[in-house]
């Protein structure tokens, strides 16, 4: 293991210099920005424009006369009994040139409030850089509901789930030594917390509801009683927050509770340790628990409500008054405005099962069941969106190793489709109902956004993966005798390739990996061989198999060369085994030996609302990638199109006039798996080998007239023809079939 000299104040920074060897005159993302060029002669684009707001803001609190309150076991709006007719739209998966067409739809859905999320990692994706602009613009967000007329309820976190990467925690927590301990009073973890809320927090104020804007309650933690019992980290959160946001505030603590038609009765004390866990003091009067809780422990207020999820089967009338009757149990007479603050709408679809789908009537109908008795209900979700660049969380079954990954689609079967269409039973079913509950009347309902198909995109390969690397004198590579985490190298997301050696021997030999997060391809190579050191696949091990490798038996007069591009598909981000680094997390063995003397290669591509830091693309680089691959050039065209070494594709499609620049689709459902750029924008992963999501969205916003670029990065086997469609409506008919639905 190489040390650099130079000091560094972080633990993160100490990790990597005691692993880093040689300066980094490039990097492997900086390389593969320029084949994005190589394909287009055209500058990287700039980053996403901040949407800075025009609204007034209130430099002084409770300067306008509004309040938002709770008493007689209701909320109150100015006086005036309310009902919370809510909706989840989350800003961070929707193109910002979008947020309004979102936002009208849902107002015309019937919504009288939208509740988002706020994603951490989004805004914080390294140790104290922030980010607020483009996607991560939350102040616009939220102004931009206010200009609609539009409530909110904010949900801050740290910890949202929300099938979002890690739960919203930063990936860089891993490289940190020790690793805080998450959703505790921990002193480490609370000062990233401070640090963070500290950032975020004062945003808020003026978009407060008492002080002119938009925010009626806020959050704190999410479905903490579940997973938790540390009542003083609640405690400290409270605290945090009361003293950015003053005490006036309603907030809730938010804990899951599922009704599935069962009798009420049944589990209660389960039901009672769940609410115990996760509430903030006893009986007091203004923190709701919705499935949870808004309250105000400082000024002796607390409010228990329960959150009341509807799925599966029909919601009861007496159930909901039995959860009612639960609810009250923990509050202070008068506290108890019934809230389901996560009334699912459909569901979330991993890889390889079948897409989620829920009866429009039947949701609808349950609705109904929770507005004609005055509750209150926020539907999750109004407007899935897109899990767009690496940030798609995942979830476990019965142990780790059982690891499922969401789509990059965030559908989610909700009223207001991924594209933003309204066109569907569902949202006519659920639109009908609200319209019978809801003070004022509904506004029209906006048409769907045109979509178009721009033909067949055909592509070229430009450079095989490998072959970006430079094996013998690499300036960009960590070198440890064990094998080291995605996360200690110094990146968050993407990919990690592991480099060895290891003497033949007659029969071939045997690979495993105990612990791997998530999915590694091995290859293997002879450098005295005929093919000039190609490397062949040899297979994939994937996490939830934990399967092992037979490496043939290959004639080699020096040592075989060992491959094993690892891919981070994404952190679990609910449930006990939340804890989710990524890479090789053990030894790696061959034939039950275990191999030292490895070499790690980051590749961490860019994601969401990140662009490269480097500076723009000269001659002398472009002449630098035009000789990593020209010493390849006659292998690369002389490899078969059918090859599963990974590579990296690029082509071109043109748009005639501005006015035809409108949402597509990109189907891929004779590729097999990888990352795709449009116009340098991470859309997200395509797996149809996998399925059922056979096509990625592509919003409007993302292309221009003109000629519109591709960049694909194939990991296993492109189409033959190397062709891609575009398309004008969804796809999730791919892959296998035979998978049942993941049920959390």
């Given at each position: 293991?190489?040390?650099?000299?130079?000091?560094?104040?972080?633990?993160?920074?100490?990790?990597?210099?005691?692993?880093?060897?040689?300066?980094?005159?490039?990097?492997?993302?900086?390389?593969?920005?320029?084949?994005?060029?190589?394909?287009?002669?055209?500058?990287v684009f700039a980053p996403l424009p901040s949407l800075h707001s025009h609204s007034t803001r209130h430099s002084h609190r409770n300067s306008v006369n509004r309040k938002f309150e709770i008493e007689s076991d209701r909320f109150w709006r100015d006086g005036e009994p309310f009902q919370?007719?809510?909706?989840?739209?989350?800003?961070?998966?929707?193109?910002?040139?979008?947020?309004?067409?979102?936002?009208?739809?849902?107002?015309?859905?019937?919504?009288?409030?939208?509740?988002?999320?706020?994603?951490?990692?989004?805004?914080?994706?390294?140790?104290?850089?922030?980010?607020?602009?483009?996607?991560?613009?939350?102040?616009?967000?939220?102004?931009?509901?206010?200009?609609?007329?539009?409530?909110?309820?904010?949900?801050?976190?740290?910890?949202?789930?929300?099938?979002?990467?890690?739960?919203?925690?930063?990936?860089?927590?891993?490289?940190?030594?020790?690793?805080?301990?998450?959703?505790?009073?921990?002193?480490?973890?609370?000062?990233?917390?401070?640090?963070?809320?500290?950032?975020?927090?004062?945003?808020?104020?003026?978009?407060?509801?008492?002080?002119?804007?938009?925010?009626?309650?806020?959050?704190?933690?999410?479905?903490?009683?579940?997973?938790?019992?540390?009542?003083?980290?609640?405690?400290?959160?409270?605290?945090?927050?009361?003293?950015?946001?003053?005490?006036?505030?309603?907030?809730?603590?938010?804990?899951?509770?599922?009704?599935?038609?069962?009798?009420?009765?049944?589990?209660?004390?389960?039901?009672?340790?769940?609410?115990?866990?996760?509430?903030?003091?006893?009986?007091?009067?203004?923190?709701?628990?919705?499935?949870?809780?808004?309250?105000?422990?400082?000024?002796?207020?607390?409010?228990?409500?329960?959150?009341?999820?509807?799925?599966g089967k029909a919601l009861r009338k007496d159930l909901f008054v039995g959860m009612l009757s639960f609810q009250k149990e923990f509050n202070a007479p008068g506290k108890s405005p019934p809230l389901s603050a996560e009334f699912y709408t459909g569901w979330l679809t991993h890889w390889g099962e079948k897409i989620a789908m829920t009866d429009a009537d039947f949701t609808a109908a349950a609705l109904e069941k929770i507005l004609q008795k005055n509750g209150s209900a926020v539907l999750y979700m109004a407007h899935g969106g897109t899990n767009f660049g690496f940030y798609s969380g995942a979830n476990t079954g019965v142990d780790e190793a059982d690891y499922k990954p969401d789509l990059?689609?965030?559908?989610?079967?909700?009223?207001?489709?991924?594209?933003?269409?309204?066109?569907?039973?569902?949202?006519?079913?659920?639109r009908r109902v609200i319209a019978r509950y809801s003070s004022v009347p509904l506004p029209p309902v906006p048409s769907n956004n045109e979509k178009a198909r721009y033909g067949a995109i055909h592509m070229q390969r430009k450079a095989f993966l490998f072959d970006m690397f430079d094996f013998t004198n690499a300036t960009n590579v960590f070198e440890s005798e064990t094998p080291m985490s995605m996360e200690y190298v110094g990146q968050s997301f993407g990919f990690v390739l592991y480099f060895t050696e290891y003497k033949a021997k007659r029969g071939g030999r045997i690979l495993s990996i105990p612990k791997l997060h998530d999915r590694a391809q091995v290859f293997i190579s002879c450098p005295a061989g005929k093919n000039g050191a190609r490397p062949t696949y040899v297979g994939t091990i994937e996490r939830w198999f934990n399967n092992k490798l037979s490496l043939p038996d290959v004639k080699c007069h020096s040592n075989i060369t060992l491959f094993i591009l690892v891919e981070n598909m994404g952190r679990i981000n609910y449930g006990a085994f939340i804890f989710d680094r990524k890479g090789i997390l053990s030894s790696v063995y061959l034939d039950g030996e275990n191999v030292k003397g490895w070499k790690m290669f980051p590749v961490p591509l860019h994601n969401l609302n990140e662009m490269s830091t480097y500076n723009p693309i000269t001659q002398t680089s472009y002449s630098a990638l035009s000789e990593i691959t020209?010493?390849?050039?006659?292998?690369?065209?002389?490899?078969?199109?059918?090859?599963?070494?990974?590579?990296?594709?690029?082509?071109?499609?043109?748009?005639?006039?501005?006015?035809?620049?409108?949402?597509?689709?990109?189907?891929?459902?004779?590729?097999?798996?990888?990352?795709?750029?449009?116009?340098?924008?991470?859309?997200?992963?395509?797996?149809?080998?996998?399925?059922?999501?056979?096509?990625?969205?592509?919003?409007?916003?993302?292309?221009?007239?003109?000629?519109?670029?591709?960049?694909?990065?194939?990991?296993?086997?492109?189409?033959?023809?190397?062709?891609?469609?575009?398309?004008?409506?969804?796809?999730?008919?791919?892959?296998?079939t035979g998978m049942s639905l993941h049920q959390l």
């Amino acid at each position: 293991m190489r040390i650099q000299s130079k000091k560094s104040s972080s633990a993160a920074s100490k990790l990597l210099a005691m692993a880093k060897k040689g300066s980094s005159k490039t990097t492997i993302f900086f390389i593969f920005v320029s084949f994005i060029l190589f394909c287009a002669f055209l500058p990287v684009f700039a980053p996403l424009p901040s949407l800075h707001s025009h609204s007034t803001r209130h430099s002084h609190r409770n300067s306008v006369n509004r309040k938002f309150e709770i008493e007689s076991d209701r909320f109150w709006r100015d006086g005036e009994p309310f009902q919370i007719i809510g909706g989840d739209v989350h800003y961070f998966r929707v193109h910002p040139e979008y947020w309004e067409d979102r936002l009208l739809k849902a107002k015309a859905l019937g919504l009288n409030t939208i509740q988002t999320y706020v994603p951490w990692n989004l805004h914080e994706p390294a140790p104290g850089k922030f980010v607020f602009e483009g996607f991560a613009n939350i102040e616009a967000f939220l102004n931009l509901c206010h200009k609609l007329g539009l409530l909110v309820m904010i949900r801050p976190g740290p910890y949202i789930c929300g099938e979002w990467d890690w739960g919203g925690f930063p990936g860089w927590f891993y490289s940190m030594n020790p690793t805080p301990k998450l959703r505790s009073s921990d002193p480490t973890y609370l000062q990233l917390v401070e640090r963070w809320w500290g950032n975020l927090l004062p945003k808020f104020v003026p978009l407060l509801y008492d002080n002119g804007g938009p925010i009626i309650m806020v959050q704190i933690e999410n479905e903490f009683g579940s997973y938790g019992d540390d009542q003083a980290y609640l405690h400290h959160l409270v605290t945090l927050a009361r003293g950015h946001l003053g005490h006036d505030v309603i907030f809730m603590i938010s804990r899951r509770y599922i009704i599935n038609n069962l009798n009420f009765n049944a589990n209660k004390d389960a039901k009672k340790m769940v609410i115990r866990n996760g509430q903030i003091g006893q009986r007091r009067e203004n923190i709701v628990k919705e499935e949870d809780v808004v309250g105000e422990p400082k000024s002796g207020k607390e409010v228990n409500t329960l959150q009341m999820e509807a799925r599966g089967k029909a919601l009861r009338k007496d159930l909901f008054v039995g959860m009612l009757s639960f609810q009250k149990e923990f509050n202070a007479p008068g506290k108890s405005p019934p809230l389901s603050a996560e009334f699912y709408t459909g569901w979330l679809t991993h890889w390889g099962e079948k897409i989620a789908m829920t009866d429009a009537d039947f949701t609808a109908a349950a609705l109904e069941k929770i507005l004609q008795k005055n509750g209150s209900a926020v539907l999750y979700m109004a407007h899935g969106g897109t899990n767009f660049g690496f940030y798609s969380g995942a979830n476990t079954g019965v142990d780790e190793a059982d690891y499922k990954p969401d789509l990059t689609s965030y559908d989610y079967d909700a009223p207001i489709r991924e594209s933003g269409d309204v066109d569907n039973s569902k949202f006519n079913a659920i639109r009908r109902v609200i319209a019978r509950y809801s003070s004022v009347p509904l506004p029209p309902v906006p048409s769907n956004n045109e979509k178009a198909r721009y033909g067949a995109i055909h592509m070229q390969r430009k450079a095989f993966l490998f072959d970006m690397f430079d094996f013998t004198n690499a300036t960009n590579v960590f070198e440890s005798e064990t094998p080291m985490s995605m996360e200690y190298v110094g990146q968050s997301f993407g990919f990690v390739l592991y480099f060895t050696e290891y003497k033949a021997k007659r029969g071939g030999r045997i690979l495993s990996i105990p612990k791997l997060h998530d999915r590694a391809q091995v290859f293997i190579s002879c450098p005295a061989g005929k093919n000039g050191a190609r490397p062949t696949y040899v297979g994939t091990i994937e996490r939830w198999f934990n399967n092992k490798l037979s490496l043939p038996d290959v004639k080699c007069h020096s040592n075989i060369t060992l491959f094993i591009l690892v891919e981070n598909m994404g952190r679990i981000n609910y449930g006990a085994f939340i804890f989710d680094r990524k890479g090789i997390l053990s030894s790696v063995y061959l034939d039950g030996e275990n191999v030292k003397g490895w070499k790690m290669f980051p590749v961490p591509l860019h994601n969401l609302n990140e662009m490269s830091t480097y500076n723009p693309i000269t001659q002398t680089s472009y002449s630098a990638l035009s000789e990593i691959t020209s010493s390849r050039k006659k292998l690369i065209y002389e490899h078969e199109n059918t090859s599963e070494e990974p590579a990296i594709y690029c082509g071109h499609f043109s748009i005639d006039k501005s006015s035809q620049v409108m949402d597509t689709f990109i189907s891929f459902s004779n590729w097999g798996k990888g990352i795709v750029f449009v116009n340098d924008f991470n859309i997200g992963r395509y797996w149809p080998l996998r399925g059922p999501q056979c096509n990625l969205y592509v919003p409007a916003p993302l292309l221009k007239e003109g000629d519109n670029i591709l960049v694909i990065l194939e990991l296993e086997s492109p189409d033959p023809d190397l062709v891609v469609h575009t398309m004008d409506e969804p796809d999730f008919t791919c892959g296998s079939t035979g998978m049942s639905l993941h049920q959390l």
